[in-house]
């Protein structure tokens, strides 16, 4: 037995032991406990350290209000910034505690994150003995219930207390509501999960922690955490009430802890969180927690009651076990190093200190109810004079709040309340609630003194008077925010941080606002309180991720011939969500010999780009050559059957939006291509006009990316490839012209070739259905061997057609271009009347002769490679330096490569006026060094097209 496990009781499985380490030191607990209890039942208190001032820091609460016990976990998984009171206490569980920060992970989780989603008529949040009731009452009328709670068990306050339901403890009463609830079919009973979230219409969004989240990685068929998308008719807050602390010198000590909370570690965990304790409070609720605990053993040797008077019935109580009540006296101060050793205690109205030697003080200043997810939801709180307390102040449709959470505090009334609320919402939602039993009842406990509202002790160094014990925030803090003007609690939480820790202030908020309150000498009820924002209680991003992650986030799409290019070696890189094959290297290559390599084959010879991820829409329709007139800048109507063109779309502000080539397969059918990235947003953009300002068009577009496998053979030798494979096909050029098309086989395969080039090669576009690529591809390699075939990728893609000055949208674009700056007047219809962005061309700005237009830049230096992105400026002093600040930037560099064909580097550029500075020297700033640049034509490989049309 640890030295602060009681002998008896407890909710723990006493028989199996767990072992784990904390900071480094090896402890035992057992099932059933936290982190926390199991760190108490050894005599643990403090955890850490404060982020800023880097005190002492300790466990100061059972459950998520703690606002100290931050930990890091790093067996079995590393997590960080969790709270030791919510973690189940596993087997080889290794933490530490951290100052306000941890580390994540080095390695990926292996446990699985996942959603789902629930509706119901009725959702409960809380399974206390309101939620409890509530659910009960709604399921008994055959109503679909979803009742979720944080704990790992139901019951909540129940669960730290000896009270009594029915005659028998109350624990049986919520086993056996429990073992009814899961008889009917349409309850859904979460435990172990924290709605999190209140949003409109009823959604809530929880989060379930699976019973040994922080074991090993989780079967296939569960996860370590999921996250519920909810969605019900009505939603019924019974979340319960979260004890007020009260402020005064050095309470920020471990082993200063709320009353309550002692009472939950006695009772649920078996586990007293000290010998020899004081309580200070201004509530009744804490003098069940000193008989409690001078019942278990434990020294009390007083109840501070800064109230004149202490209840008559309580102070029965704790004189038949020797507990001295002082009222009208509070805890000014403490004492201690590593942990409380002294509360120091004196007069409400000032005077003498005494000293009281503990090793645990206990605080309890009344209650708040918990109204983060009735506040979520946009609802009104009021001030309860009664409470020192914001309760809900209004009646939200959907929406309704049952128990502690409306500042009922007695068990009886909880009960009562939550079958109240029940019933109400079962009549709103037109359901029958006559056959419901009888509700349960509690015995009556000693009648309630109202509470003192005191928010702090006003007496001692305000300095050391914590407000938030996370965020090291003191009542000087406060009064310094007061001082520098701040009226607004809101102002007031960001200047002095206050509520913004893991906790979001559910033991600071409210007191940090009757403080402000009281230095601002206004009343707390038109102070008001910061706003609740989601989520309760912190989530984890890979929770909120789920599977959506790695593959599934961005999904990563191969082409039919994938296993090909990694047999083969292949370098991938990533455009749009596809994996295409960046360059292919021999044994010895680095990137840049081999895309030299490859762009010589293709120069010289032969070569095979796998590019079937260029996107493809299927346009048909009688109106098929209208719908694309309308939204290409050239005219496509008039394009012939077997015939194909090149066409740019731009944006309706005129600029370049994507660009590809169409074939016309039928008067009324069209086969679309367009950029790999630009695919989806093609598709949506010509649906977009097609539904919402051209609806009378009789069009219809089919998006075939995946279903058509596409292979360029590109290179003076691709005219005997195509003729060795397709011998049917008659491949010269009187009779297969560039920018035409022809169908063919190969076997039973059907086949349809295009004379079409991205490189200024002589190349056909080899295209065949997905399921028989592989087999398409393998013959093209077969017949391309005696020529030298060599597969090459996007880079020397990129090469080819930038020695050919073809733009990549994106790259050589930026959202700013017209297809005039590019060079490219030609591609702009002028016997059109109209077309998308066609009225942005006469605007002056897209006719001024500034503008940035594409170029070549040749470094004066043959082997200098521009960096793309860098700035192109007019020239430099003497020196070779910049001229001073502020610099003129002419326009910036797009495309960078090193060229075989050309035996150098180049580049491409968008330059201000730039066709009116060909053949000027201009410079680019590289590193510390200004490299001079001729500016040419973009056009550096056979301008006249020769190669291109065989």
Partial sequence: MTEFRVPAGGRIDRATAYRFTFGGVPYTGHPGDTLA???LANGVHATGRSIALGRPRGIGAAWAEDPGGLVQIEEPFPEPMLLATTIDLVDGLAARGVPGQGRLADVPDSARYDAKHAHADLLVVGAGPSGLVAALTAARAGARVVLVDEQSEPGGALLGSADRVDGGPALDWVAAATAELASYPDVLHLQRTTAFGHYDDGFVLALERRADHLGPAAPRNRSRQRVWRIRARHVLIATGAHERPIVFADNDRPGIMLAASARTFLHRYGVLAGRDAVVFTTDDAAYATAVDLADAGARVHAVVDARPEAPAQWRAECE???????????????EGTERVSAALVAELQGGERERITCDLLLVSGGWNPAVHLFSQARGRLRYDDGLGAFVPGETLPGTSVAGSATGVLDLDGCLRDGARAALLVLADLGVDAGGVAALPTAEAGPERTPPLVLWRVP?????????DVQRDATVADIARAVGAGLRSIEHVKRYTTIGTAHDQGKTSGIVAAGITAELLGVPVADLGTTTFRPPYTPVAFAALAGRNRGALFDPERVTAVHDWHVARGAVFEDVGQWKRPRYY???GEDMETAVLRECAAVRGGVGILDGSTLGKIDVQGPD???????LYTNLMSSLKVGSVRYGVLCGADGMVLDDGTVLRLAEDRFLVYTTTGGAAKVLDWMEEWLQTEWPDL????????EQWATFPVVGPRSRDVIAAVFPDVDASKGAFPFMAWRDTRLGEV???????????????EVNVDAWHAQAVWDRLIEAGEPHGITPYGTETMHVLRAEKAYPIVGQDTDGTVTPQDLGMSWVVSKKKPDFVGKRSFDRAENRNPLRKQLVGLLPLDRTVLLPEGSQVVEG????????????????HVTSSYRSAELERTFALALVRAGRDRIGQTLHVPVGDALVPVAVTEPVLVDPEGARRDG
């Fill in 750 to 764: 059907p086949v349809r070739i295009a004379r079409v080039s991205f490189s200024g090669e002589l190349a056909y």
């Fill in 37 to 39: 209890s199991a760190l």
């Fill in 624 to 630: 098929a050559s209208v719908l694309l007139d309308r």
């Fill in 459 to 467: 007496d001692g160094d305000t300095s050391t008077q914590f407000v």
């Fill in 320 to 334: 038949r076990r020797g507990i001295p009540v002082r009222t009208g006296q509070v805890v000014t101060g403490t």
């Fill in 876 to 891: 430099s002093d003497r020196s070779g330096r910049l001229p001073e600040p502020p610099v003129p930037m002419l326009g």
């Fill in 698 to 705: 009789r069009v219809h577009l089919t998006s075939v990316t």
């Fill in 585 to 587: 290297p021999l044994p």
